[in-house]
């Protein structure tokens, strides 16, 4: 996706350099950085709208920079580069929040291939919600509850916040059990057979007292999975 701008961090400079050369002729924006501590900073610090992070890095681990980066900027895609062995890395990087990885030694078009697929599945991930409006009361994330008008209250669990979260961030899109196993439980989906999600959002639909034989709030998308469709979400 042209005039996107992404954020490089890799030690290697022939790699690093190769990377910047292949996303300039994309047309993308580019920003470098070559080892762990400027990377951070920039991480936090700079407009980006992608991060290729490297794991094995000076100053700082690439995993820990992208567990800081979840912290401060939670919507901000993160595809990490790893070396063939690595696969424990990948395994924890995606269960830190990264979107996707690529695996050295990668051809050009694969890489791009890939920063285009996570940019655009981007507007997934739009700003944080605060707030998601119910019918007669308002799920408040960041204090983890529900509260109704008529003084009713439920404690929401840290899974479910994060579950209504991402269901917000994504209201009126259908989202499949394998995209939020990925996305909210930071595990790989593939071949995963799980009753997880169900049992979660059965009890989500309690505390939002959304009626299971009949849900208005978090609605059931015959073969494809769970949409938000309630009132409008607050920022």
Same mark, same amino acid.
């Given at each position: 996706?042209?005039?996107?701008?992404?954020?490089?961090?890799? =030690?290697?400079?022939?790699?690093r350099?190769?990377?910047?050369d292949? +996303?300039? @002729?994309? *047309?993308?924006?580019?920003?470098?950085?070559?080892n762990g501590? =400027?990377?951070?900073?920039?991480?936090? *610090?700079v407009d980006?709208?992608?991060?290729?992070l490297? +794991?094995? #890095?000076?100053?700082r681990?690439?995993?820990? $920079?992208l567990?800081?980066?979840?912290?401060?900027?939670?919507? /901000?895609?993160?595809?990490?580069?790893t070396?063939?062995?690595?696969?424990?890395d990948?395994v924890r *990087? #995606?269960q830190?929040g990264?979107? =996707?990885?690529?695996v050295k030694? @990668?051809?050009?078009?694969?890489?791009l291939?890939r920063?285009?697929?996570?940019?655009r599945r981007s507007? &997934?991930?739009?700003? =944080?919600?605060?707030?998601v409006g +119910?019918? *007669?009361?308002?799920?408040?994330?960041?204090r983890?509850?529900a509260?109704?008008?008529?003084?009713?209250?439920y404690d929401l669990?840290?899974? &479910?916040? &994060?579950?209504l979260?991402?269901?917000?961030?994504?209201?009126?899109?259908a989202?499949?059990?394998?995209?939020? /196993?990925?996305?909210v439980?930071?595990?790989?989906?593939?071949?995963i057979?799980? !009753?997880?999600i169900?049992m979660?959002?059965?009890?989500l639909? &309690?505390k939002?007292?959304?009626?299971?034989?009949n849900?208005? $709030?978090? !609605?059931?998308?015959?073969?494809?999975?769970?949409m938000?469709?309630?009132?409008e !979400?607050g920022?």
């Amino acid at each position: 996706m042209p005039g996107k701008k992404v954020l490089v961090i890799e =030690d290697d400079r022939a790699i690093r350099q190769g990377i910047v050369d292949a +996303l300039t @002729f994309a *047309g993308y924006g580019t920003i470098q950085a070559d080892n762990g501590r =400027d990377g951070l900073d920039r991480a936090i *610090g700079v407009d980006c709208d992608l991060i290729l992070l490297d +794991l094995i #890095l000076p100053g700082r681990d690439g995993l820990e $920079i992208l567990k800081e980066v979840r912290g401060v900027r939670p919507t /901000l895609p993160v595809i990490i580069l790893t070396a063939r062995g690595e696969e424990n890395d990948r395994v924890r *990087g #995606l269960q830190l929040g990264a979107d =996707d990885y690529v695996v050295k030694p @990668f051809s050009v078009k694969e890489l791009l291939a890939r920063v285009e697929a996570v940019l655009r599945r981007s507007p &997934e991930r739009p700003s =944080d919600v605060a707030e998601v409006g +119910l019918p *007669g009361g308002v799920a408040d994330l960041r204090r983890c509850e529900a509260r109704f008008d008529d003084g009713g209250r439920y404690d929401l669990s840290e899974r &479910e916040v &994060e579950l209504l979260r991402y269901l917000a961030m994504n209201a009126g899109r259908a989202i499949s059990r394998d995209e939020i /196993l990925t996305r909210v439980w930071r595990i790989e989906a593939k071949g995963i057979q799980t !009753r997880t999600i169900d049992m979660h959002v059965a009890r989500l639909r &309690e505390k939002l007292r959304d009626d299971p034989s009949n849900p208005t $709030i978090i !609605r059931t998308v015959r073969g494809k999975g769970y949409m938000l469709s309630g009132p409008e !979400r607050g920022q």
